[in-house]
């Protein structure tokens, strides 16, 4: 698996999907803050095949998921002002999980919206595989934040009304799903 650089419809793509979880978080990104977009995709991937995100048949989950946590923890050992990840689900909302015991402290709800919270040391492939296995969504969001895990749940805890926005400011990459769900879009932000 190799991660390479796309073009301008990437940007469209993202700001589509974004779009598509109506408000929430997703809700706060204007698609002029996104930029240099990179998927992950095999090393003899047919290169027409890149700008139709929405096909499959172009890679696999586990090679992209591999592939995309090395990369965000090489942008980590760039930038070590990154800390945490946001596992967006943005179509669950609390009342939507049935939990046997109390939520996991992972859990965390952005207007009304299920995300996840974890320090970014904590990536591993696993993670991202139990991510989609427990997702409600079919569409994947996650936001590498420059906020720590502590200071994201005590804003959660607070609840301001402009959540999503003091959210998106510390956020400085983007990853949706494409390719049918077998790989990961992501685009830096900067949108301070």
Request: a negative charge; glycine letters at 6%; hydrophobic letters at 40%.
């Amino acid at each position: 698996m190799v991660a390479l650089r796309l073009e301008d419809d990437a940007i469209d793509f993202m700001a589509e999907r974004l779009a598509e979880a109506e408000g929430g978080l997703p809700g706060a990104f204007r698609q002029e803050a996104l930029w240099e977009p990179v998927v992950f995709v095999p090393d003899f991937v047919d290169p027409i095949t890149l700008p139709g995100l929405d096909q499959g048949g172009v890679a696999n989950q586990e090679g992209a998921n591999a592939e995309f946590t090395s990369y965000l923890h090489f942008l980590k050992q760039r930038n070590s002002k990154l800390q945490s990840l946001i596992l967006d689900d943005p179509f669950a909302r609390a009342q939507d999980m049935d939990y046997a015991g109390p939520p996991p402290d992972e859990l965390i709800t952005i207007e009304g919206k299920l995300a996840y919270l974890y320090d970014l040391s904590e990536l591993t492939p696993d993670l991202i595989w139990q991510y989609r296995a427990i997702a409600v969504s079919y569409l994947k969001l996650i936001y590498v934040s420059e906020m720590t895990v502590e200071e994201i749940h005590q804003l959660c805890d607070e609840e301001p009304e402009d959540l999503p926005q003091r959210l998106a400011r510390g956020i400085r990459h983007i990853a949706v799903n494409a390719y049918d769900d077998e790989s990961w879009l992501m685009v830096r932000h900067e949108d301070r």
